[in-house]
């Protein structure tokens, strides 16, 4: 943090700003500008594209900035940046054109949409952070393939929990232990949640119901665990994780197999424990000297040892992803190779044929993560595939959902990049 700051102020100093661009002005998207829109040293949001532009003048304002210009050409885009200007714009394809953005911020929490932003954005060769672990999750490997292919760094954010977990992981194979274990920790899963039943709730914490659905239902903890467990190459002991109950993060030593732990790894979650915002990593070492400092540490006996961050604070972390892209090329969470782990459609209640699927954090299926080589033999529908898939059969309720009970939709550029995907990492 201490050199990102200095670098920071380096180009401060000599008037060379990070320029940056976001796409997506949501609640994900307005927290990254609160941070960065304002008083940043070293950086600039120099435009905010969204759908409905009245949100990303909306992200602007809650930022502390009134002065802005509606843009409608490049042209217009890159005059105002010239002149040290904001834009906003409802077009997010002249962020991505623009020689005047160094790097892009993708917050649209979106798959079909996102993956044509993600490609548009590396088409054009700037660095991609991604506020988007549903993107990630379904085609991360191959917009990672393509980013390597157009020298720019491919990542998600620091501040959403897989990225604060990796960094954990980092640290504990610095400290000189194993990692087996990477664990978030959840305070609620029910699988029947709906936009309906989270109406009030995501009214009062300003976002989407369908989002807040998504973090009930279990779909959005499979996506972030799926992203670490691609990141890592560790599996997953069962369909839907573990999820033992605990207490306290400290309990996670005693709760899942042990055997598992140490014959490639997990990733997993607890519930119900404290701190109830925050990560852990299980670190391993048999060394009697180290496992002698640790007991004096009051880390425990060992050989387990449980590494945790009490919190995660999501959006507000990202420019320090920026950063880590812009000045050192460095990810902060990326998938290694292709998929590891794979989140699947599951049926949230009894559907009829000819039912349309609503996607992520709606109310016909929720997604559970499984080991990819497991979904690609039972040829398992993908969750961040599902919107708008019609079925073709009638499906139990809690029942995986299969490419062959389902009709997708036609000329999607997600799918387009599946098949690449498959064909370069699973073929």
Not at 35 to 48: C, H, N, S, T
Not at 175 to 189: R, T, W
Not at 364 to 378: H, L, M, V
Request: charged content about 25%; overall charge neutral; proline content about 5%.
């Amino acid at each position: 943090m201490i050199i990102i700051d200095k670098k920071l102020q380096e180009l401060e100093r000599e008037g060379k700003p990070i320029r940056v661009g976001l796409i997506g002005a949501g609640f994900a998207g307005r927290g990254f500008a609160l941070q960065i829109a304002k008083d940043r040293p070293g950086m600039r949001l120099v435009a905010i594209a969204n759908r409905t532009i009245k949100n990303a003048k909306l992200a602007y304002r809650d930022a502390g900035i009134e002065t802005f210009a509606e843009v409608n050409t490049g042209a217009e885009l890159e005059q105002n940046i010239k002149q040290g200007n904001y834009a906003v714009t409802s077009d997010f394809s002249l962020l991505c054109e623009s020689p005047l953005i160094d790097v892009i911020v993708e917050a649209t929490g979106e798959v079909e949409f996102g993956a044509e932003v993600a490609m548009k954005i590396i088409k054009n060769k700037k660095h991609l952070v991604l506020i988007n672990a549903e993107l990630d999750g379904t085609v991360g490997p191959i917009l990672k393939h393509y980013a390597d292919e157009a020298g720019v760094v491919y990542t998600q954010m620091d501040g959403d929990q897989p990225g604060v977990i990796m960094n954990l992981y980092r640290y504990v194979e610095f400290l000189g232990f194993k990692p087996v274990m990477a664990g978030n920790i959840k305070s609620l899963l029910d699988h029947r949640r709906t936009p309906e039943t989270q109406k009030e709730f995501a009214e009062k914490n300003f976002q989407r119901p369908k989002m807040i659905t998504s973090f009930a239902d279990g779909t959005k903890i499979s996506f972030e665990m799926a992203t670490v467990a691609n990141a890592t190459g560790f599996k997953v002991g069962k369909r839907g994780m573990y999820g033992p109950p605990a207490k306290h993060v400290t309990e996670a030593v005693s709760l899942f197999p042990k055997e598992e732990l140490l014959n490639g790894g997990l990733v997993d979650y607890i519930i119900g424990a404290e701190p109830s915002f925050g990560v852990f990593i299980l670190g391993y070492s048999n060394d009697p000297l180290k496992q002698r400092y640790m007991k004096i540490y009051k880390m425990g006996d060992g050989p387990l040892y449980v590494f945790y961050i009490p919190y995660h604070l999501s959006s507000l972390e990202t420019p320090l992803t920026v950063a880590r892209a812009v000045l050192f090329r460095d990810a902060a969470l990326a998938p290694r190779g292709g998929l590891v782990a794979e989140v699947i459609t599951m049926a949230k209640r009894d559907l009829k044929t000819g039912e349309m699927l609503d996607g992520i954090g709606g109310y016909a299926s929720y997604g559970s993560i499984d080991n990819y080589e497991t979904a690609k033999r039972e040829n398992l529908l993908p969750m961040g595939l599902s919107e708008g898939c019609i079925l073709k059969r009638d499906i139990k309720m809690d029942s995986a959902i299969t490419y062959d009970d389902v009709e997708t939709p036609k000329t999607r550029i997600s799918d387009k990049l599946r098949i690449e995907q498959e064909s370069i990492f699973h073929p």
